[in-house]
């Protein structure tokens, strides 16, 4: 699963920004303006469970020192790990 923090995207347009943040071809974007100096804006990340060592893997593009989220992408977060915890649980909604 591949999310963002900031506004919504498609699982195959957000694996593609996933790829160009890794490799610097992204352009930078601050959707809701920038928060500081060391903001360097969108951020998209991939979460994954791993029932077998019972791990959430939380995968950043390129090295993340914090995240800023609203609150909006804050619960999205949320309810991804919610999701991958119930998957490492073994649990189908």
Known sequence: MATQHHGDGNQSE???RFKEQQTG???RRFP???????DDGELTYMIAADPRHRTIIIRFAHPTEWIGLDVASAKALRDAIDAKLLEVHGITV
């Open 14 to 16: 957000l694996l593609k």
């Open 25 to 27: 071809e992204y352009m």
């Open 32 to 38: 809701n303006g920038r928060t500081g100096a060391d």
